[in-house]
């Protein structure tokens, strides 16, 4: 059995036309990347604007034009006898706050950014419960670690601001005492803010669970991840991703390329066979046409999986490459009211790679009955890639149409991937439900196959 | 007697609703090499691909090496090589790479053995090739070395000698007869060319329209079609005066009627005709030529033709009444 699938892999490769395809694969698979690295690059070249439309960059250009914009309307309301001053005032305190943005070189980035527009910005004197004093000496001293230790003095009574720790809820300056947390670029303290945000509004489950989510990532130190935010009907993505995460989260559509090269291989494998008139040789062999039925069945098993290993490794180099490797450890999570399992995000796009293979071997046994009652290999190939192609159009088609049947065709189960993340076509279309619907095609398709084969007469 | 190595039984196959193959029988023994004889369209292709499982049989049972095609493939297989119509290998691959392809396929056959085989049917310099730049005869050529790589104790060629030139077809024919008489290969050959039949086979089985007809040793045949009829070609000064004398000698003779029907007269033109005569009289033949002489005929010469052709014999047995494939 060994020695028939050899033989058919040595057939398939020594084709021309096979190697154009292979090569096909990796040139679009790597220009799709590229298309992502471009996509993100523009993402990243977004650009400052004044009101007029005019580019002025960012950081100090930005803060000095905004100045500039600033007094030019303080004259004018100074001109103006009929202003008032409370006006003027807010315009005074926002020039200030950009001038002392200038002063100390504080990005959008820097934690004293939203603080500068607090302490001087802001008009009470009295807000909620820092003292604007004091704050303004841990500003002018960029002073972190003190003002987090501040802080959580001032707030360790307020019951709202709180993550949920193992021993108990907790004030969330007091967790990053606890933690140590004073670096103002730890990623932490930024969630814990937004974590502080969203509790407070969190109403609905989706909501909750989301919370749960970033609580989890906090207490964790998890600062990549991709979460599934598991609901009954389907399941919903929240992503803090890195462009490496980004990217190779995606790759796993590049796997439509393998399905077409997998269905081109089953389209030649018995097909051709026919067509070159070798088949009178390939069967008068001690062996039985049963055997090597199925030992070109699991040529085509067999290259749909390493085809999958293959892609999956290309493109994890490819976007090691052109993304970087931040978010290489990142954990994927799944989040239901009972709570959160973890594993590593490769592992989840592993996870991705093999699903969709399963629809990649489905369209390959297609395609491989097909090609066992083809004449020709061309229209064994071109049948097996138009249905491929029509049948998500039909299954999309009838979903629309609300017929309830269509999801027992095969095109409606065969994108596992899709499915698990959130969108099958239908409603309650479980993993589980497509993956048995796919078993059974698959099982179908290889018995006809199978019957042709054999009884076929040369 | 060798034993027997194919044995067909009441062998029936139709096409739909024709009828190709009517309980066709016969047997095959090892060491001899078979012809199968036949116009085209008679079956021969038919026969040998329900023998090695390229067609079900719809009655009827053949057993190689005593095995059963039907109910033991794979060990019927082991015993079998062959052609069947044109040599068609996988156009992509080397010579060399085809003949790994099988040799996977078979058991015992080793890298030494394969090269043996390349020698043997004269394809060392061209056998790293790629097929699709090989002749018609190359890609027998190699589909020979296929069928006989396991060394297999039964050999099928259908139309073997089909694109070969005439080296070709001796060394092929010297390959046969050696495996048959030397090693005990049964060899089944099948073909329409009489002629080519008669320099390599041992017996023929002549099959028309789907029926066997008749099988005899080369010998058996040979001697059938020279045993009973001389022909000579006379030219002489004056035919018609000849054939008065011929017919009047010929009637007169003291042998049997039957033989006499045989005498046929063939005129030609007034000095050309040739005489076809029964053979107890070919050596008195002097006493009929002096008869000639002393009559004033003018004898400018007198040639025994060649014995009329296997060929010839061949087709007035499978004849259908017509020139119309069947
Ligand atoms: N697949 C088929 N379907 C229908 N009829 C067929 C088929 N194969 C062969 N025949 C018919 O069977 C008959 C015998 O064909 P076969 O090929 O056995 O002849 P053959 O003796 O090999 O002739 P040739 O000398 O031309 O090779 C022919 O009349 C042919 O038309
Ligand atoms: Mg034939």
Redesign the pocket.
Same mark, same amino acid.
């Given at each position: 059995m060994l020695n028939l699938i050899k033989n058919e892999y040595i057939k398939l490769f020594k084709r021309g036309s096979v190697i154009a395809a292979v090569i096909v694969m990796f040139v679009l698979s790597l220009g799709i990347m590229m298309i992502f690295k471009a996509a993100e690059i523009l993402e990243d070249e977004l650009t400052y604007m004044t009101e007029d439309g005019e580019v002025i960059g960012e950081g100090k250009e930005f803060y000095e034009a905004r100045v500039t914009v600033l007094k030019e309307r303080l004259e004018e309301l100074e001109k103006d006898s009929k202003s008032n001053t409370k006006d003027m005032e807010a315009v005074k305190r926002s020039i200030a706050v950009f001038e002392y943005l200038i002063e100390k070189d504080i990005s959008e980035e820097d934690w004293r950014y939203s603080l500068v527009f607090e302490v001087i910005g802001n008009k009470e004197e009295k807000d909620e419960d820092i003292s604007k004093q004091e704050v303004k000496e841990f500003l002018d001293n960029n002073d972190f670690e003190g003002y987090v230790r501040y802080k959580a003095q001032v707030t360790k009574d307020q019951e709202i601001k709180y993550v949920n720790c193992d021993d108990g809820i907790k004030n969330i300056y007091a967790f990053m005492v606890e933690n140590e947390i004073f670096d103002s670029s730890d990623w932490r303290y930024e969630a814990l803010t937004n974590l502080e945000a969203m509790a407070q509004n969190a109403a609905s489950d989706r909501e909750i669970k989301r919370v749960m989510a970033l609580n989890y990532r906090i207490l964790n130190n998890i600062q990549y991840s991709t979460d599934d935010i598991v609901e009954d009907i389907f399941e919903v993505t929240d992503e803090t991703e890195t462009p490496f995460m980004y990217g190779f989260g995606s790759s796993a559509g590049i796997m439509v390329i393998l399905c077409g090269i997998v269905i081109i291989f089953a389209g030649i494998i018995v097909a051709s066979e026919h067509t070159d008139g070798t088949i009178k040789f390939l069967i008068t062999n001690p062996v039985s046409r049963g055997k090597i039925i199925v030992s070109k069945y699991l040529t085509i098993v067999s290259l749909s999986a390493i085809g999958m290993v293959t892609l999956f490794v290309f493109n994890f180099i490819v976007c090691c490459i052109l993304f970087g490797t931040e978010g290489i450890n990142a954990v994927h999570l799944k989040v239901t009211m009972d709570g959160i399992t973890q594993m590593p995000v490769i592992l989840n796009i592993l996870i991705k790679y093999v699903l969709e293979m399963v629809g990649v071997i489905a369209y390959g046994t297609m395609a491989f009955a097909i090609s066992s009652f083809a004449k020709s290999t061309a229209v064994a190939v071109a049948v097996g890639i138009m249905s491929s192609m029509a049948g998500s159009m039909v299954s999309t088609v009838l979903a629309q149409m609300h017929q309830d049947w269509g999801r027992y065709l095969i095109f409606s189960n065969t994108s596992l991937s899709t499915i698990m993340e959130n969108g099958a076509y239908y409603p309650n279309q479980s993993v589980t439900f497509a993956l048995t619907t796919v078993v059974v095609y698959v099982i179908i398709f290889f018995t006809i196959a199978y019957d042709g084969f054999t009884r076929k007469?040369i | 007697m060798m034993e027997t190595a194919i044995k067909i039984q009441n062998l029936n196959k139709s096409? *739909?609703k024709?009828h190709?193959i009517k309980d066709l029988s016969m047997e095959l023994k090892a060491g001899e090499v078979f012809g199968f004889l036949?116009?085209? *369209?008679?079956?021969?292709?038919?026969?040998i691909k329900m023998i090695v499982g390229m067609l079900h049989l719809e009655s009827g049972s053949i057993e190689v090496c005593g095995v059963d095609v039907e109910k033991d493939f794979e060990k019927a297989m082991a015993n079998i090589g062959a052609i069947v119509?044109n040599p068609e290998m996988y156009k992509y691959l080397t010579g060399m790479d085809n003949l790994k392809q099988y040799a996977r396929m078979r058991k015992g056959v080793t890298k030494e053995r394969i090269d043996e085989v390349v020698e043997l049917v004269g394809l060392s310099n061209r056998i790293n090739e790629k097929v699709k730049k090989y002749s018609l005869g190359m890609r027998q050529r190699l589909g020979v070395a296929q069928a006989i790589l396991h060394k297999p104790k039964v050999l099928i060629l259908?139309?073997p000698s089909n694109g070969l030139d005439p080296a070709g077809i001796k060394q092929l024919r010297d390959i046969l007869k050696n495996l048959a008489h030397n090693e005990g290969v049964c060899v089944l050959v099948?073909s329409?060319l009489m002629s080519e039949m008669e320099l390599m086979c041992d017996r023929v089985g002549i099959?028309a329209e789907?029926k066997l007809l008749d099988i005899k040793t080369i010998d058996d045949m040979t001697r059938a079609v020279t045993a009973d009829v001389n022909v000579i070609a006379y030219h002489v000064t004056d035919a018609s005066k000849a054939k008065e004398i011929v017919d009047e000698y010929v009637a007169a003779l003291d042998i049997d009627e039957e033989s006499k029907t045989i005498y046929k007269f063939n005129v030609q033109d007034n000095e050309h005709f040739d005489v076809e005569f029964p053979v107890q009289i070919v050596d008195e033949l002097w006493k009929l030529n002096k008869k000639l002489a002393m009559a004033d005929v003018g004898l400018i010469s007198i040639c025994p033709q060649e014995n009329r052709k296997l060929e010839d014999v061949f087709i007035e047995m499978t004849a259908n009444g017509g020139d119309q494939?069947?």
């Open positions: 007469e | 096409f *739909g024709k190709i036949g116009p085209n *369209g008679a079956g021969k292709t038919t026969t119509e259908d139309e099948s329409h099959i789907g494939i069947a």
